[in-house]
T-cell receptor, first 111, second 115 residues
Framework: QKEVEQDPGPLSVPEGAIVSLNCTYS??????FMWYRQYSRKGPELLMY????GNKEDGRFTAQVDKSSKYISLFIRDSQPSDSATYLC???????????FGSGTRLLVRP | DTGVSQDPRHKITKRGQNVTFRCDPI?????LYWYRQTLGQGPEFLTY????????KSRLLSDRFSAERPKGSFSTLEIQRTEQGDSAMYLC?????????????FGEGSRLTVL
């Protein structure tokens, strides 16, 4: 079983929809939780970063962490065609420098 | 633009050949990572440098793989006696030791195709 599980999709939504992306994990030592966005043939870029549990909002993006359930989410409001990409969750523990990534969810926002 | 450049962007080689990839982070990136990503998968950790010291290596990094970061600046990843299973995107990422510990600045990757 992988340490981080993520539905690969693809997820296809109409423009303007609210998108919900999720990851589950098994390692209770994870304390740092990230969402990266990766466009085709590009490297991943950091979207959101959260430490421990709670919510964080940045513009149209909201990240949620529920450590008790080992479940993290990314919500995208008013989705745009430019949001079409692969979204990767990533996490790490306090005593580690390496990020563990999920397999990524492909999102397609239809105009 | 993250400031992390990788070369070459795409390498096609025959099985059994050696290949080397180079990564140039910005000077402030004292931490440097190599990840491997196959189609439909997330990046898998390969190795990590703090300045010139290689502090961690994944079990994925067999004896055919070696990485260096001389003088704590650029880094190279060499794969000897390539196999078809080595075909993947090799991603380099840099970051600052004092910054957000989750933010890695990735290059655009070096895609390896082994025929």
């Amino acid at each position: 079983q992988k340490e981080v599980e993520q539905d690969p999709g693809p997820l296809s939504v109409p423009e303007g929809a609210i998108v919900s992306l999720n990851c589950t994990y098994s390692n209770s030592a994870f304390q740092y939780f990230m969402w990266y966005r990766q466009y085709s043939r590009k490297g991943p870029e950091l979207l959101m970063y959260t430490y421990s549990s709670g919510n964080k909002e940045d513009g149209r993006f909201t990240a949620q962490v529920d450590k008790s359930s080992k479940y993290i989410s990314l919500f995208i409001r008013d989705s745009q065609p430019s949001d079409s990409a692969t979204y990767l969750c990533a996490m790490k523990g306090d005593s580690s420098y390496k990020l563990i990534f999920g397999s990524g969810t492909r999102l397609l926002v239809r105009p | 633009d993250t400031g992390v450049s990788q070369d070459p962007r795409h390498k096609i080689t025959k099985r059994g050949q050696n290949v080397t990839f180079r990564c140039d982070p910005i000077s402030e990136h004292n931490r440097l990572y190599w990840y491997r990503q196959t189609l439909g998968q997330g990046p898998e950790f390969l190795t990590y440098f703090q300045n010139e010291a290689q502090l961690e290596k994944s079990r994925l990094l067999s004896d055919r793989f070696s990485a260096e970061r001389p003088k704590g600046s650029f880094s190279t990843l060499e794969i000897q006696r390539t196999e078809q299973g080595d075909s993947a995107m090799y991603l380099c990422a840099g970051t600052y030791s004092g910054g957000n510990t989750g933010e890695l600045f990735f290059g655009e990757g070096s895609r390896l195709t082994v025929l």
